[in-house]
């Protein structure tokens, strides 16, 4: 897993958007192929109300900033990659096992469908 703070280089675009339980977490796609997670999305769906606070505590190799599109049209905002995520649900929010799961199972489809 790669584990660097580099924003994901697709020119700003969302490639992917992951709906769990009526919440969208809008997913960049990096140069090596690893997911960043639009953070603030991930903080919605864990009930994560001062998400700034919650983002400012993640390692720096865990979180960067992207362009992801919003009603506004493309924005910078903070982006975080799989150990970030996995840190964000493990010690915020509601317990995690259920998105965690349903994201994991996804996660390892998507990759066997590359294969």
Partial sequence: M??????????GAVTDIFVFEDCRIRTLIDKNGEPWFVAK???DVLGIIKYRDAIARLDDDQKSVGIADTPGGPQR???????????LALSHGRPPEKWLR???VRELFLMSEER
Avoid: M
Avoid at 2 to 11: D, I, K, L, T, Y
Avoid at 77 to 87: A, K, R, V
């Fill in 41 to 43: 999305d991930v903080c």
């Fill in 77 to 87: 905002t903070t982006i975080i990659n799989e150990p970030g995520l996995y840190s």
């Fill in 102 to 104: 349903t994201l994991i």
């Fill in 2 to 11: 790669h584990h660097s703070n580099a924003p994901p280089e697709n020119n």
